[in-house]
């Protein structure tokens, strides 16, 4: 189409300084190259550079820009209500997993008079798509993201000595090889010692063992996962981490090392490396973590963590 444009362009102006029988042959000449029809040659040729007044401003005809389409939205109001109300209703899940399943919520709400739409705003809810889902959502989602910095620390001096895994070799079929994380509920507020839980997801079977941390001291951390590794239903054989110091350290090493357990590492700033326990930190620990927040106790500022694990609620006071 572009090349099209630019014949036309080159072609414009010698056609509109041509004599009659020049131009049938420019004309020709044209609809050769470009496949057009006869008439919408003849068009774009004499209307090209050609210069319009509406008013008192003076614009020039370029076939090569175009108005920008105009349509009326296909999904309207209705239709973002009624998808807003599901996907609340479904916890919030992305597109690719709410998608299929509509068809059968749709019957089940208005079974038990959960959602009320017309016709039209059902049938538009049955042929969307994944894409549209997150499209249509996105605004809603960025009130929920959570925003602040990255708290993980680097360990440079054995990065050399830990080969990188990416997500794309996890091809175990095997149970036993699992990645490792910190979730840390800090609440946005980083003073101060807050719990961290310690998630381990198996990738064959996608087994997951969770572990309270008081803070990511290499030694609680340590200690944290040789308790989870006696509660796996099945021998560690593998374990893959972040760049943070909590697990590239010596300690860890030496440890996996004499165990015969495959230690690798990801790549900085690539969470989809880890993308198995990424998504169980959301859908295992962070709905079950309440909010950080600050309190007044005897007059003096506290930090409280509340977290809820199973029905109980822990609770831990950090002094400023």
Same mark, same amino acid.
């Given at each position: ?6 014949? &036309? ?8 300084? !041509? #004599?009659? %029988? ?8 044209? *609809? ?13 040729? /004499?209307?090209?550079?050609?210069? &319009?007044?509406?008013? %008192? ?26 998808? =807003? ?18 068809? $059968? ?15 039209? +705003? ?19 989602? #960025?009130?929920? $993201? ?51 839980? =310690?998630?381990?997801?198996?990738? @064959? ?7 309270? *941390? ?13 308790? &989870? ?9 593998? =374990? ?19 165990? #015969?357990? !495959? ?7 690539? %969470? ?7 998504? %169980? ?6 709905? @079950? ?6 309190? /007044? ?5 506290? !930090? ?8 109980? +609620? ?7």
């Amino acid at each position: 189409m572009q090349q099209r444009q630019a014949v &036309v362009a080159k072609t414009a102006a010698r056609y509109q300084r !041509s #004599r009659k %029988k020049e131009k049938s042959m420019i004309l020709s000449e044209l *609809v050769e190259l470009t496949e057009y029809s006869r008439a919408y040659a003849r068009r774009v040729l /004499r209307q090209h550079g050609q210069r &319009v007044k509406p008013g %008192k401003q003076a614009l020039v005809v370029d076939v090569r820009l175009r108005a920008p389409r105009q349509r009326s939205a296909f999904y309207d109001e209705k239709v973002k209500a009624a998808l =807003l109300k599901i996907w609340r209703m479904m916890d919030y899940i992305c597109g690719k997993r709410l998608q299929p399943a509509l068809p $059968e919520l749709l019957t089940v709400l208005e079974r038990y008079n959960e959602l009320h739409c017309d016709r039209l +705003t059902k049938e538009k809810l049955l042929r969307i798509s994944a894409a549209t889902i997150d499209r249509l959502l996105r605004p809603e989602r #960025r009130k929920y $993201e959570l925003r602040g910095k990255a708290r993980t620390k680097p360990g440079t001096l054995l990065k050399h000595q830990i080969p990188i895994r990416t997500f794309a070799e996890w091809n175990e079929q095997q149970p036993g090889f699992g990645e490792i994380d910190l979730v840390g509920h800090d609440g946005g507020v980083a003073a101060g010692d807050y719990c961290q839980t =310690l998630d381990l997801t198996d990738i @064959a079977t996608t087994w997951t063992e969770t572990m309270a *941390v008081r803070n990511k001291a290499q030694a609680r951390v340590f200690e944290a996962l040789q308790k &989870v590794r006696k509660n796996l239903p099945f021998p560690l054989l593998g =374990l893959d981490s972040d760049n943070g110091s909590e697990f590239i350290n010596e300690e860890l090493l030496r440890y996996c090392q004499q165990e #015969r357990i !495959s230690f690798t590492r990801s790549r900085p700033y690539r %969470k989809n490396d880890s993308c198995f326990v990424e998504q %169980k930190n959301y859908s295992i620990v962070r709905r @079950a973590v309440a909010m950080r927040v600050m309190i /007044r106790r005897n007059n003096v500022s506290c !930090s409280m963590s509340c977290i809820v694990i199973c029905g109980f +609620t822990l609770i831990s006071f950090c002094p400023p």
